[in-house]
């Protein structure tokens, strides 16, 4: 064995061509030159065979030729599995070439030897393997940050040329025009996806769609079609993650994607904060305008309700909780007792205890109004000096 591996050294030029033509034979897609040239596969066939033939003949050599193979297949896109089967059929045709080649009197021994072969085999189909894998990932890094810088010009660059924007639409392998919504996604905590499949999730569904991460959010444009709209975007989306979720009005240009993340920012903030959920932009206006400014949204309900959010949290939650039941009831303190299964006389208490703090007349609808927007401020506000 070792010295036919020796022997055969010598002729590595000639049998690199023939084992790329096996290989051709047999795989279809390496048959294919805008996949794999010929050159490129007979260079790498006779990288490999002076590999085997060396280690056969007790060499030891660096495994540079799997591990170009792996990362070169790996960047032109040749499946995993078609690299695995070339591998096979390299093995089989240096096996049936030592048994061909050696003299019949060593041929027994040569039997003998055949696990030497496929084991050579086996670890160079590791290394290629290892380093198919290392490129993928490299691959799929740079690929997600090329497409990332894409969608930020598309959502950030309120300028940006038409032209560059439909470009950038193009290689992310979205249209230009159609049905589009902007998707925010708060994130559960930092450099953690909210959602890590979701554009292989919408592939499934054909829906196509880019994503990236910026700061707190987990940001999207998405392409909708007849059979896929808002509602059921909308569905999936909260299916996948249990933070607060933003979506944009529906759009038709790709050119308002700027316009149409602010939207699903405010959206996803007019969400109560530590609640899951959807919430498309428009849906609650009154939401919209204290997002859009959240610092005089606290000190407005400071100033309205300073009284009761000093007290202590337990007695804090209760009034907060009772004044919105009340005001959604229309200020029936049955209703609003019925609601909080509790006697109408302890619903009027705390709405008489509620005015005393706030100094508000809920007769009054100018109060009432001004509470009901006060309570708004502090659902969505939240401000941690608040927090016992």
């Known amino acids: 064995m070792i010295a036919l591996s020796e022997a055969l050294l010598s ?38 065979l002076r590999l085997v033939l060396a280690r056969l003949a007790g060499r030891r050599m660096p495994s540079e030729a799997p591990r170009r193979t792996g990362e070169a297949r790996a960047e032109r896109g040749v499946p995993y599995a078609a ?9 089989r045709f240096i096996w049936e070439m030592l048994v061909d080649r050696s003299p019949p009197e060593v041929r027994d021994s040569l039997l003998l030897a055949g696990a030497d072969v496929w084991a050579v085999t086996d670890e160079l189909t590791a290394e290629v393997t290892e380093s198919y894998a290392a490129a993928l990932t490299a691959r799929a890094r740079v690929d997600g940050q090329v497409r990332a810088t894409l969608l930020s010009g598309l959502l950030d660059d309120p300028n940006a040329a038409r032209e560059q924007t439909w470009e950038a639409a193009s290689v992310l392998g979205l249209p230009r025009q159609g049905r589009l919504v902007v998707v925010a996604a708060e994130l559960a905590q930092a450099g953690e996806l909210a959602m890590p499949a979701i554009e292989e999730q919408l592939r499934l569904r054909g829906v196509p769609s880019a994503w990236r991460v910026h700061r707190s959010h987990q940001e999207g444009l998405v392409s909708l079609h007849p059979r896929f709209g808002l509602e059921q975007l909308g569905a999936l989306l909260e299916s996948l993650t249990r933070g607060r979720i933003g979506l944009s009005v529906v759009f038709e240009h790709v050119d308002g994607a700027h316009a149409a993340r602010r939207e699903a920012r405010l959206a996803s903030q007019c969400l109560t904060p530590g609640v899951s959920g959807v919430a498309v932009y428009g ?25 009761v959010l000093d007290l202590p949290q337990a007695d804090r939650s209760t009034l907060l909780e009772t004044a919105r039941v009340w005001l959604d009831s229309a200020g029936s303190s049955s209703e609003a007792a ?11 208490y705390r709405i008489r205890r509620l005015q005393e703090l706030t100094g508000r007349d809920l007769a009054r609808p100018l109060d009432a109004a001004e509470l009901h927007v006060a309570l708004e401020c502090e659902r969505l506000t939240a401000a941690p000096s608040r927090v016992d």
């Open 11 to 48: 002729e590595c030029d000639e049998l690199g061509i023939k084992m790329a033509e096996r290989i051709r034979a047999e795989i279809e897609l390496y048959r294919d030159p805008t996949v794999l040239s010929l050159e490129d596969l007979v260079e790498s066939c006779r990288d490999n």
């Open 83 to 91: 690299v695995l089967q070339a591998y096979r059929i390299g093995g």
């Open 283 to 307: 849906q609650d206006r009154l939401g919209i305008l204290l997002a859009s400014a959240p610092d005089a949204a606290e000190e407005y309900a400071n100033n309205v309700l300073g009284g």
């Open 338 to 348: 019925e609601r909080m299964h509790m006697h109408r006389n302890t619903v009027r």
